[in-house]
Every structure is written in structure tokens, then in C-alpha cells.
């Protein structure tokens, strides 16, 4: 009786322990209990890093719209072919001669799709004009957008939202550099009686006068961090333009990116690429590619040292500044988010209670109100922080 009852007990232990390693992802089955999954659905990939190995799934191979985690596929491929230290270039040539303070001849404003263009590169290109000895100009200021093609929006942006302007020489998002470029010189007391503005290509045989520049490093925070889509789509646009093309399209970017979906295994699966912001109703990836592409930027340190600092940190700052408060994601959870009518999506990566990185997409598709989706995500996190891993299985850590 002794030994039977010492058997039985040596069982009841057995379960207990494994009721408790998979606590976590019977809490995480729980969390798909929701009501709210009558009407809307999700999917869902956790992969272990260090191990390795997925260790949660839900629909994961599912089509959705990503929204705004869209901008991490372009800021993945942007990384893996650029580099952080890519160069959003605008540049300012000139030809003809200046003789007695008047240019006869003609300036080129060339642009390459800089996001962060301001005032004060502006008032350096007047200056740069002014110290030629120019006073007066007679001949053409040329604005040369050809870097990309002639679209303002990118495809399946619905009409009645607030896009930006897809202008290749932008500033402050509008269409106004030549503008502002003529005022600067006017006050730096240059006459522009006889000028004539035009758009063209610049030719051959021009002379380089000044250019300004961005990092692409500069260009991710505000994109990733304040989920600014027009940085997403300027980052989208040199991709698109590493192929040599010109002018760059959308098709251009879209190629390069199902190249890296080849290289993270994924390539022969389909999706529907659109923009490089999550702006269009026609994007349409999955929650397994997601966390493949985060799962490809860990093992690759000149893409990831890059990405991770871009991240919104729950509860620190950018879109998840207001999020997971007063838990243990706080600070912890560094992932992008994303919300769009009907669409609320988040993926990054996080680390457990034992220190282990785990990378995580989370794409809720069907919701109605996003404050919904939001809060199931930040409960996944929650319980992937407050979690541990023993032998490729989550676990709660002891006492909880």
C-alpha cells in the first residue's frame, strides 16, 4: 500500500510539474478565449531565439494586413542591403559661368527622397550659390525628381486619409523646396528677375556645388519610433533605388523584399507587397514571416544592432510609451506597433524572466475597436516577460 501510495503520489508530482512548465502557454490559450474572437481573428508566432524553436503558434501562417508592423519589413531589407550608414542625398549642380557677379547659366536641384530635408540645408544651398560670387542669376533653377516615379501615393491608400505626399524633394512634407530656396537667396540679395523655373533631368555636364545628407540610421528612429510613414515610404523608395533603376518604383522595393523572404526560408509562400509604410488596404503578410524577418536581424548584427534601438520600448517611449505599464514588460518589450481600421498588430521582441530574447508577431485582424487588440497584446507580452524557459518550453518562473 505504501509503495502504491508513493507511486501515485511520484504521478500526481509528475503532472503538477508539467502544469506548471506549460502554465504560460495555457495561459496563453486562455487569452484566445476572449470574446472578442467571435468576431475577429488573429495571428500569432513566439520563437525562442537562443533555443531556436517556435513556442507558440496561432494561425501564424494566416494572411493579414500588418498595418504599421509593415515598416519593419522595410526597415529590415533597408538594413540588410544599405546599411545603417546609407546616405539620403539631395545635391545641388550648376553649369554656365559667372562673370561680374551674374550666372549665366543654370542651377539643378536634385532630389533623393531626404525625409529629414529642412530649411537650414535650404539656406546652406543659397549660401553655397551665393559664394560663387553670384548676385544675379539668368538662366533656369531645374527641380529634378526623376530618383523616383511619378506617383503621390502609394498603391491601396485609401483617398480620404491624411497621406503625405510622395515628392522626391520634399521639404517639411510638401512640395515647396523651390520656394523656399528662392526666398533664401533673395534674402541673401541675389536677383532673380531673369530666372525661369522648369523640372528636368540634370544632364551630363554639370558641376557639383553642395550636397546635403542624412543617415539612414537618422531616417528609422522617427519611422519606427513615431510610426512616421512618410520616413517609411522614403526608406521604401531607396530600396527600391539600390537596384540601380531609375526612375525607382514600388515594384523595384517590392523585389528586393521577397529576396530576403527567400533568404529567411519563406520565399516561395505568397504574400501581397503594396508600400513600405502599412498604409495600403493591399498588404498582406503573416505573423510566421514576421517573426522569420525579426528571427533573421538577431542572427545578423549589422541589422539588428541597427533595428533594436529604433524599436518603441513599452512604456519608455514613442507608441508604446503609454503601454504595459507598472509590469514586467515595461522596458522590456521592444517591438513595433500597428494600427489600421480594422487591424491592430504588434511584434518585436522581448525578454523572459530568465533572461532569454524571444522575438513575437501578433497581428489581430476583424477588431473593431483597437484598444481591444492592444490590450490582448500587452497580456501576451505580460505573460512572455513574466515567464521563463526550461528545456525549449516556457515555464513560470517560481511563485508565480
Not at 503594396?274 to 498604409?279: T, Y
Amino acid at each position: 500500500m505504501k509503495r502504491l501510495s508513493y507511486f501515485i503520489l511520484l504521478i500526481w508530482a509528475s503532472v503538477a510539474m508539467q502544469a506548471q512548465d506549460s502554465l504560460p502557454c495555457a495561459r496563453l490559450d486562455s487569452l484566445l478565449q476572449a470574446p472578442m474572437f467571435e468576431t475577429s481573428t488573429v495571428g500569432m508566432m513566439v520563437y525562442d531565439l537562443e533555443g531556436d524553436s517556435v513556442i507558440f503558434k496561432k494561425n501564424e501562417r494566416q494572411l493579414l494586413r500588418p498595418a504599421s508592423t509593415m515598416k519593419l519589413v522595410t526597415a529590415i531589407t533597408a538594413l540588410d542591403r544599405l546599411g545603417g550608414d546609407h546616405q539620403l542625398k539631395t545635391r545641388l549642380y550648376w553649369r554656365g559661368q559667372v562673370a561680374d557677379g551674374v550666372l549665366e547659366g543654370d542651377i539643378y536641384c536634385v532630389g533623393g527622397m531626404d525625409p529629414l530635408l529642412d530649411s537650414s540645408d535650404v539656406a546652406f544651398f543659397a549660401e553655397k550659390i551665393r559664394d560663387l560670387g553670384v548676385t544675379s542669376i539668368r538662366g533656369k533653377i531645374v527641380t529634378d525628381v526623376s530618383m523616383k516615379e511619378p506617383l503621390d501615393w502609394g498603391e491601396g491608400w485609401c483617398w480620404d486619409d491624411d497621406n503625405p505626399h510622395l515628392y522626391a524633394l520634399a521639404l517639411g512634407r510638401k512640395d515647396i523646396f523651390i520656394d523656399e530656396l528662392l526666398r533664401q537667396l533673395t534674402d541673401n540679395g541675389v536677383v532673380l528677375d531673369s530666372v525661369v523655373l522648369a523640372n528636368g533631368q540634370k544632364p551630363a555636364k554639370v558641376r557639383l556645388l553642395a550636397e546635403r545628407s542624412h543617415a539612414l540610421d537618422e531616417v528609422l528612429v522617427p519611422m519606427m519610433k513615431q510610426s512616421d510613414n512618410f520616413m517609411a515610404e522614403a526608406v521604401f523608395y531607396q530600396i527600391a533605388a539600390a537596384t540601380g533603376h531609375r526612375p525607382a518604383k514600388a515594384s523595384d522595393a517590392k523585389g528586393l523584399m521577397k529576396q530576403l523572404f527567400n533568404k529567411v526560408g519563406l520565399g516561395r509562400r505568397t504574400y501581397r507587397l503594396a508600400d513600405g509604410s502599412g498604409l495600403s488596404l493591399y498588404n498582406y503578410l503573416s505573423a510566421e514571416l514576421e517573426t522569420m524577418l525579426l528571427r533573421y536581424a538577431w542572427r545578423n548584427r549589422s541589422v539588428y544592432d541597427h533595428l533594436y534601438e529604433t524599436l518603441p520600448v513599452a512604456a519608455i517611449d514613442g507608441t508604446l510609451k503609454k503601454r504595459m505599464a507598472n509590469t514586467l514588460a515595461a522596458g522590456n518589450v521592444h517591438a513595433k506597433t500597428g494600427t489600421v481600421t480594422g487591424v491592430s498588430a504588434l511584434a518585436g521582441y522581448c525578454t523572459t524572466a530568465d533572461g532569454r530574447q524571444l522575438a513575437f508577431s501578433i497581428i489581430n485582424q476583424g477588431i473593431m475597436d483597437s484598444k481591444t487588440g492592444r490590450d490582448f497584446q500587452d497580456r501576451v507580452c505580460q505573460v512572455l516577460c513574466e515567464a521563463g524557459m526550461e528545456n525549449g518550453e516556457l515555464r513560470m518562473e517560481t511563485g508565480e
